[in-house]
């Protein structure tokens, strides 16, 4: 039950234009293609735009490819409905509409919200799954999240009842057949609005059988079990496991093994498992072992488990004392990294990827030892010579991912060091650690470079290739960059930035490089000069630094290693 998302611009595109909503006013609602998530669930609008007449012409043949080979796999895929966000020019277009904007989030606009009881909601549902329809057909599955991450203008029982009832009828108005297939978390990230009488009417107001809940985010705070499973409706196990897809090592094996089938013995409409991560391409492990939950009735003996997984991943023709060394290696990853037990959001941040600070954030810290991971590298050193006359890409890959792991742990330590040495005065102390802190960043971009998964240049090359001219390419690497960096406005105010840190060759090497020089060079002047450091003027140097590297678009970064 694949979520496919792909494409519905050009169906609202058509609805909008229909009903009076010009291309121009489309402008000031879509957002650029890196952000459209965010449009989609009504959080932001018009950031990074305008979306081209080709983007959509080329991701409405994208759609239909997609949603022809789920199917041709048997698979059931569930397609965009209307949760009542709407184009600014609605509310000008349709004065008596009852259309309000909403708070902002994260300090961006507020968006624009149609209420489900007013009859023109019915009228855009009913015709978005009728043209949606047309052209791609339909599995009677909708998804559609009114109130994520966002407050409902009213938390009066009888509204959100009359809200649940209204956005239901007006997809079964176009589809009898349809299904409202909707996330949990704004039960979890809005938890002190949702009270039980708030979510008992909201779900109420669906009949039992029509909506399937996704627990968004089971593995470290399930929603199910303080909701009454849903209050009956059917619902899904899922693991969200990462955000941002930011890079580190991290999981929680000891929840993933055991959580799905502890579920499935304590509520019967739990229906089944599944995964819903913000981006792919991390901890492979966590992946490996959530995906053989769906079919699993016993909890996973784990260090078992990492036995058969050693020798899948590496290969029956490696010798058998590397494979011992890797066993060891991957127990001692399994009792640090993947058995976090703090219910944390995703990995530990790397303070390389963080703007730099003399404090740093509370996100970066650490629940395990740093030096526990050290004799499991050194077991991978150690294995290396197995793989000499293999071209196994898995054992270099998980070699690398160590490495880096264990460079952004030592950064961590020494940048302790260097702010001790800052705070005593020790200059001597002070360039020693500066010098090291600026040698592990260079040392993680050559070790980066050597694996074709961790390399800037296959995301920004993927972008411009959406491009059919000079300008659409800058706009989408524009888009590309500023997504995994700046993520919204070059204000020193934003709260996104970094959000989505990826620690990939070229982005450590151009990006989080420069920043640490111009930090570390402005401390190395106050202690020489006896000045403060002006800790305002370095933010407001480094917001434009970031900003001048997303705007490049001529440096075009390796595809292969």
Request: hydrophobic share 40%; glycine share 6%; with cysteine.
């Amino acid at each position: 039950m694949p979520l496919a998302f792909t494409g519905q611009e050009y169906v609202w595109r058509d609805v909008y234009n229909q009903l009076g909503v010009n291309d121009s006013a489309l402008n000031d609602f879509f957002t650029g293609p890196a952000f459209l998530p965010w449009n989609r669930m009504g959080n932001i609008n018009t950031w990074a735009g305008p979306l081209t007449p080709s983007w959509h012409q080329q991701q409405l043949a994208l759609q239909k490819k997609i949603l022809t080979r789920e199917r041709a796999f048997g698979m059931k895929p569930v397609l965009p409905g209307f949760a009542g966000h709407v184009p600014p020019a609605m509310a000008k277009i349709y004065p008596k509409a009852n259309i309000v904007q909403l708070q902002s989030w994260c300090l961006q606009d507020g968006t624009y919200y149609l209420d489900p009881t007013d009859p023109l909601f019915s009228t855009i549902s009913t015709r978005f799954i009728q043209r949606q329809t047309e052209l791609f057909g339909t599995d009677h599955l909708y998804n559609f999240d009114p109130f994520n991450e966002l407050y409902p203008p009213s938390n009066s029982t009888t509204y959100l009842a009359n809200c649940a009832r209204n956005m239901f009828q007006a997809m079964v108005n176009a589809d009898p057949q349809g299904i409202w297939v909707i996330q949990g978390w704004f039960l979890y990230n809005h938890a002190s609005f949702w009270q039980e009488p708030q979510a008992k009417a909201f779900f109420g107001g669906v009949p039992i059988g029509k909506m399937l809940v996704l627990d968004l985010w089971s593995e470290e705070h399930p929603v199910w079990t303080r909701t009454q499973s849903f209050y009956g409706h059917e619902w899904i196990w899922c693991m969200l496991h990462n955000f941002g897809g930011r890079t580190g090592m991290y999981g929680d094996l000891p929840s993933i093994s055991t959580g799905p089938v502890s579920a499935r013995k304590s509520a019967r409409n739990m229906v089944g498992t599944g995964i819903t991560m913000e981006a792919l391409l991390t901890n492979v492990v966590v992946y490996d072992m959530m995906n053989e939950m769906s079919w699993r009735t016993v909890s996973v003996n784990v260090p078992d488990w990492l036995t058969a997984y050693v020798f899948r991943r590496y290969g029956g023709f490696v010798p058998k004392p590397s494979l011992d060394l890797l066993q060891t290696a991957w127990n001692i990853l399994y009792q640090t990294v993947y058995s976090c037990n703090t219910h944390q959001g995703g990995t530990s941040n790397s303070l390389i990827a963080m703007r730099p600070t003399l404090v740093p954030p509370s996100t970066t810290v650490l629940y395990y030892s740093p030096s526990s991971l050290i004799p499991a590298l050194q077991s991978f050193v150690q294995a290396a010579s197995g793989f000499a006359n293999t071209n196994s890409s898995t054992f270099p890959y998980d070699f690398a991912d160590l490495t880096r792991q264990c460079l952004s742990n030592l950064f961590l330590q020494t940048h302790t060091s260097m702010v001790a040495a800052y705070n005593s005065s020790n200059y001597d102390a002070f360039s020693k650690a500066k010098g090291l802190m600026l040698s592990i960043i260079a040392d993680m971009e050559t070790l980066l470079a050597s694996q074709p998964q961790n390399l800037l240049g296959t995301w920004t090359a993927y972008a411009r290739g959406w491009a059919t001219n000079s300008a659409e390419a800058a706009l989408l690497e524009w888009n590309a960059r500023t997504q995994l960096t700046l993520w919204a406005q070059n204000s020193p105010d934003s709260v996104l930035h970094d959000y989505a840190y990826k620690l990939w060759a070229g982005l450590v090497g151009d990006f989080y490089y420069p920043r640490w020089n111009l930090f570390l060079e402005r401390l190395d002047e106050s202690m020489q000069f006896g000045t403060p450091f002006d800790y305002n003027a370095f933010i407001s140097d480094v917001v434009q630094l970031e900003y001048a590297w997303t705007l490049q678009n001529k440096n075009y970064y390796p595809q292969t290693p």
